[in-house]
């Protein structure tokens, strides 16, 4: 199991006219969390798609508890739970800055060769990097 | 049950860098789906937030199956399972000109007063437009 | 001198926490004024990307005169004022159901040789299009 | 003249398929600039709100110079160029990793009284603040 934590600050374009972040824009920061989780293990996203292979999201869910505000710091807890295979999956939960709960969120995710189009196993790069931690 | 049908035409500025629409993105297009549903049977959600009601979301989850591209006009089917209490939920599928499923999601909202910053019921007139199709 | 109406809703996740259309999603409502104005007069955005040519844009500016809010169905109206060489321009206002003056817009965009990456002259089939409204 | 830096990574989402910081993402980044500007010198935009002011946008206009990419670590200068009366003046530029200027942009915000929905003069807090810098 490896686990990150990211900080985004609440932009005020992310909110709506209720003042809650909009609940469309939390996919935004879990993509951040999940490139920022793979940079701390020292794999970059970018790269991966420059040697062909793309990472499209198969599933994603959230559970809304609280709502999060403009300019709030918050905390993404991100965790991949298992070494990945053609699939990474990852969790989430996020903090606002009195450690409340804002959500949890999970996703699938899946590597596709970019030439054939079609699933792929984990770069052998990025399983180095995750092993240690498992 | 309740269901309807909209049309949604990809706009540029949804689309990433692989020529996508951004996973995100599709959270405000079933948001588009829901207020057009309630439209269709004479409920304007507008009007409910000016009565004091909010509606957020509580839950999410989508499953993408393909991707949608620039300039697709797609079809979203909402569907209303039940009759709502103080929860409301839709469900959705997305099609492209193709007639090819591009993801299924569902939503759970739950209605709350403005006031109390409480839950409370589905508004009657919500009930009675909706019974009419149950 | 060519001009086009088209109609935009405001979406719930285009507002911010001022109950305002955020500043920076009329650019959004721009381009989809762009593409729909070439629609009209038989020519495709999409099929000009699928041919080669991007057309990035060059100079933005807009001037906000009143709030545009949620529901609110706009009226955006795009004037070609001149025909492209290797640069288009477009000017837009919108309009809302009170047929209050919102903003007033304009962009420059070119259009670029995926090849070369270099400037390139607006395509002979848009001009041709074009040059019956001139 | 005060002036300031910020640095702001390019997300996935942000970018179009063209594989750039899609043009209208970038207002977005103008605001942030704007508000931990505000911030350095010891102003929070949050609380500016909080005491019954907006700051809504009047105008804005950028001049593209270079696309941004996908995980690029952005710089943007923000200047303001004189004291706010009942507007404030920004000028930005932002710059790549190569210290290429990407693009330039300026806004003119005015400040509003919630209450009579009129302009306003510049908050006093926020002029002793900038006086030291002019």
């Known amino acids: 199991m490896y686990f ?7 932009r005020y ?3 709506d006219r209720m003042g809650y972040v909009y609940y469309g824009n939390y996919a935004e920061y879990f993509e951040v969390a999940r ?3 793979l940079r701390n293990i020292g794999f970059n996203y970018k790269q991966l798609e420059e040697q062909g292979v793309m990472l499209p999201v198969l599933n994603y869910s959230v559970k ?3 709502p999060a505000f403009y300019d709030d710091l918050l ?3 991100t965790v991949i739970t298992k070494l990945p295979t053609a699939r990474i999956h990852f969790e ?3 903090y606002n800055e009195k450690d409340e709960l804002i959500n949890t969120a999970e996703t699938t995710l899946v590597f596709i060769n970019r030439n054939s189009n079609r699933p792929c196993p984990a ?3 990025l399983l180095e990097l995750l092993k240690i931690h498992f």
């Not at 990150?4 to 609440?10: G, L, M, P």
């Open 13 to 15: 374009g992310e909110t």
């Open 64 to 66: 809304y508890i609280r």
């Open 75 to 77: 905390t993404i807890r």
């Open 35 to 37: 490139v920022e989780t």
């Open 92 to 94: 989430y939960e996020i």
């Open 123 to 125: 770069p052998p790069a």
């Open 4 to 10: 990150s934590k990211i900080q985004i600050r609440v």
